[in-house]
């Protein structure tokens, strides 16, 4: 049988976990807000109408960050029509997801909701429709204390205290075709140095992401991140970066390699980002913000011009299976091993719409098998992240050659060592973790995420059908560690070092 060997050294590290890591996404699009996070009348909804059972999920998932409102939906939106009285508040258009929009869930809901998660928020301004004055006033309407017409609107609407949202994202996919207000990259990066500017007068302690590309595969790719950040690369702190991996686009193995392709965009956004840096002079050096990522069967989705005008439709409302939650997992452990530039990101979305938690109106919320991979990544993730010295047997793929079947990250704080490890194969991999560096491990546990049935799904009916669970066979023998990764499986190896 094929193994694997793993070296950690605590003089070899990434840097500190980043806790913005850990973020998740709301956008007014299907049922991800409304009878999602938010459902008046329901059983298990406060007299603000945020539902209570997904907020509890929400915070056992470990959500550090939320970003807000879009994604698409933020070109199109006025962000006045969801503040105040929600009597008085009108209905309108989405042009981005043809769908009816009540305001009747807003900024000041979203972040009463906020409060409820103990997450940051990370809110978008719309520079599609709407521009430089408009996400100034936003910025004075939440961050200023008073005295000025925005602030003491917010005041009246019964928030006294600002609410200091510090990380501000200056539009969404602005050089997406698909975009309601798109521009060319010199259009946006001029519009996002100028947004940028007038926000900061306003609160000067903002950290602001510039929109990157939509995807790596749209063909401005690189050339785009260039342009825009030769405008705005002074005033602005991270750049951008999306991306959605489809289970039904290519080959399985294709798929389960996924996790190649999130690095060589952060790796090809990072390089283009300190070009830019090294042609202006510059000794700063921006971050990316992966402010969507997630799996999703975007091949079968007929487009925005497929959907018919409704409120809250349901739509995109992907149903993943244990293959999607090791992928999930193999992105989270991408992202460990480049926290060192990569400062936020978000996974796409929360509730419902390609979501770890589904919800039925009026009805139960449950855990998708995606959200495990996340919440065990968020809970023992603390610390330093090493640098994992690899060597793993290889799969062949269409897409990537050939690639490791093992994909793993390793964090330690104090004493208290997880390794985090996703097999690729289809067979058993026994793993060894030379940890002679270290002190001497105790206390081992081995937590998967697994199921021989690679197939399986959680439902309604059957919502505790895939969970993590602990498995015997994993060793301490000195300084090394053995265990068995189940086929397609993510894996946390937890131990003490005394």
């Known amino acids: 049988m094929e193994s694997a060997k793993l070296t950690l050294d605590p003089a070899f590290e990434v840097g500190p976990v980043e806790r913005r890591l850990f973020g998740s996404f709301v956008e007014h699009m299907g049922r991800c807000v409304y009878t999602g996070v938010f459902e008046p009348g329901h059983p298990r909804a406060g007299d603000d109408g945020l539902r209570r059972d997904v907020i509890e999920l929400t915070r056992e998932m470990g959500v550090t960050t939320v970003r807000y409102p879009g994604g698409n939906f933020v070109s199109n939106y006025e962000w006045e029509d969801g503040v105040g009285p929600a009597s008085e508040r009108p209905t309108r258009l989405d042009l981005a997801w043809r769908q009816i929009e009540t305001n009747a869930f807003g900024l000041d809901e979203f972040m009463t909701w906020m409060r409820e998660v103990d997450a940051e928020p990370v809110m978008a301004v719309n520079l599609g429709t709407r521009g430089i004055r408009e996400a100034r006033d936003l910025v004075e309407y939440a961050n200023f204390p008073g005295g000025t017409r925005w602030s003491d609107l917010r005041i009246k609407h019964g928030v006294p205290e600002p609410y200091g949202i510090r990380v501000w994202c200056l539009g969404n996919e602005m050089d997406g075709p698909w975009q309601i207000g798109g521009k060319t990259a010199d259009e946006y990066g001029r519009l996002a140095f100028e947004a940028a500017k007038a926000m900061r007068r ?101 487009g925005e011009s497929s959907l018919d005008w409704e409120h809250a439709p349901r739509i995109i409302e992907e149903e993943y299976d244990v293959a999607g939650a090791a992928v999930v997992g193999s992105l989270l452990i991408t992202l460990l091993n480049h926290a060192d530039r990569v400062g936020i990101a978000c996974q796409a979305q929360l509730a419902n719409v390609i979501a770890p938690i589904r919800t039925e109106p009026g009805g139960p919320a449950w855990r998708q098998t995606i959200f495990h991979p996340f919440a065990l990544t968020a809970a023992h993730a603390c610390g330093r992240i090493l640098r994992v010295q690899a060597t793993a047997p290889v799969m062949p793929t269409e897409r990537y050659g050939e690639v490791p079947v093992l994909a793993t990250a390793a964090t330690l704080d104090d004493d208290r060592l997880a390794v985090f490890a996703v097999n690729r194969g289809d067979r058993p991999l026994p793993v060894e973790i030379d940890l002679r560096g270290l002190p001497q491990a105790s206390d081992l546990s081995h937590v998967t995420v697994a199921d021989d049935d690679t197939g399986a799904r959680n439902t309604e009916r059957d919502p505790h059908r895939v969970e993590p669970r602990i498995i015997d066979g994993a060793a301490i023998d000195g300084d090394r560690l053995t265990a068995v990764l189940p086929p397609v499986s993510f894996n946390v190896l937890k131990a003490r070092l005394s």
């Open 202 to 302: 306003v609160d000067p302690g903002l950290e602001l992401v510039a929109c990157g590309s939509s995807n790596m595969r749209i063909a401005t790719f690189g050339s785009w991140e260039a342009t825009v950040l030769e405008h705005c690369y002074d005033q602005v702190d991270y750049i951008s970066a999306h991306s959605y991996y489809d289970p039904v686009g290519g080959s399985r193995a294709d798929f389960l390699a996924s996790a190649v392709e999130m690095e060589q965009q952060i790796e090809g956004v990072i390089a283009t980002a300190d070009h830019v840096a090294a042609k202006l002079g510059s000794r700063k050096r921006l971050k990316v913000s992966f402010d969507e990522w997630n799996v999703w069967s975007q091949s079968l989705f007929g």
